[in-house]
């Protein structure tokens, strides 16, 4: 077994896990991540694999059906099936985030009526924040759900849903200015809805349409999607928690457990791109040696595998932070920021080290070399990875004058 982004203090389930997990994308996903990737097919096979593995409930409570383990576990997951196809791990990020959400915040009723279908796979889920125009600006969304009754009647565009057409539950962040008086701050008057829909694309609920998939560089095979409400009418009870005005803080505690996974997929993609620079580099031959022979070969290894494995332990560091229970905004920014550069980075120089047949799609790195950009602005831009980290940087450094 390689060396490279090992995990201390791991139990004996855990391991066991990870190895299960590790045979599954050494066996079931590498040999056939390229070429479904280039046809942008959706790995479905792979899933119904993952599926029977138990994934989908991994970090879902047992009194649900799930398997009750941590988020490391999660996250070192991610990282072995992000080793394998990037996509894969997209596919079940979303569906955590949601699954996160009902466990800590959902109505016992809500718990009870989608936990047990989505450990089991039947449910699968995505969420929601992003508009065509505001970005990063969060505040800035105008997707607007209005009471009538015993329903809000929801409408607006929203953007960037991983698992768009696939998933049957969507958490969806919208404005409700019910019971909060004009002037209030934005973040104070948003809510999360849960939105049950058939998968599939065009009208999926009456309200409520899927347009298709985004074409997209890289991160393909996964489906990302537009969604429009129309008129769409949910019932009460489908607010996330059983009260309006929570969903801002809803989401971002979800979006702490998505910028565990987005460090995490970066490191798994920097682990196989650094994999597939240090055998390349010792089959290649120039001057008569292999170039990893060659001074320069080596110093460019040395500095991949030393950003693949500090990556990788601000990851773990981040996943045991909010494990605790304890606030984890700073390390999981920090943990989120560092290995989606340092992926970019181990990816370039594994492309070189490749020279002219890393521009060649027969090799594998071609295809990373067009994920990797994806993680540079997934869960946050790394502007928006550094307000957050300055901002808790001068909380717990505040000058005592």
């Known amino acids: 077994m390689a060396r490279l982004a090992q995990t201390a203090g791991l139990t004996d389930i855990q391991q066991e896990i990870l190895s299960t997990v590790r045979d599954f994308v050494d066996k079931e996903i590498i040999p056939v991540a390229t ?33 009750g383990e941590s988020l490391l576990t999660y996250a070192l997951c991610v990282e072995e099936i992000a080793r394998g196809w990037m996509s894969v ?26 936990l047990p279908r989505m450990a089991a796979g039947d449910i699968r889920g995505a969420f929601s924040m992003s508009e065509p125009a505001l970005g990063s600006d969060v505040s800035a969304i105008a997707s607007k759900a209005v009471r009538d009754g015993e329903e809000y009647v929801l409408n607006g565009q929203k953007m960037w849903l991983t698992n768009g057409g696939t998933s049957s539950l969507v958490a969806v962040l919208v404005r409700s200015d019910e019971g909060h008086p004009e002037g209030t701050a934005p973040h104070k008057s948003m809510t999360t809805f849960l939105i ?31 969604m429009i409400m129309d008129g769409l009418r949910l019932p009460a009870d489908r607010v996330l928690g059983g009260a309006t005005g929570r ?19 970066g490191c798994g993609v920097a682990q196989r791109a650094f ?30 595998a030393t950003k693949v494995e500090a990556a990788h332990a601000m990851m773990v560091n981040a996943a045991r932070k909010k494990d605790s229970g304890e606030r984890n905004d700073l390390e999981a920014g920090m943990a989120k920021y560092l290995a989606s550069e340092y992926c970019k980075e181990v990816v370039e120089d594994a492309f070189r080290i490749h020279g002219g047949y890393g521009f060649s799609k027969e090799y594998e790195i071609e295809r990373l070399y067009r994920e990797a950009p994806m993680l540079l602005i997934g869960e946050g831009t790394a502007e928006i ?3 957050i980290i ?12």
């Open 35 to 67: 070429e479904l990737e280039h046809r942008d097919e959706y790995p479905q096979q792979i899933v119904d694999g993952l599926r029977e593995l138990g994934l989908f409930g991994l970090m879902i409570p047992e009194e649900y059906g799930g398997l």
């Open 89 to 114: 791990s997209g596919i079940i990020n979303t569906h955590f985030i949601v699954a996160y959400m009902l466990k800590q915040h959902g109505t016992q009723e809500q718990k009870d009526h989608f």
């Open 385 to 387: 990875q550094k307000m």
């Open 275 to 304: 994999e597939l620079g240090v055998s390349y580099a010792q089959q290649r031959h120039t001057f008569g040696k292999p170039i990893a022979q060659h001074q320069a070969i080596q110093f460019k290894l040395a500095e991949m």
């Open 390 to 401: 300055g901002r808790r940087l001068l909380e717990e450094y505040r000058f005592q004058g």
């Open 196 to 226: 049950e829909k058939e998968p599939g694309f065009g009208e999926v609920r009456p309200g409520l349409t899927i347009p298709g998939k985004i074409d997209k560089m890289g991160y393909k095979g996964v489906d990302t999607t537009e």
């Open 247 to 265: 969903g801002f803080y809803q989401m971002m505690d979800g979006v702490e457990v998505g910028r565990v996974n987005v460090a995490a997929r």
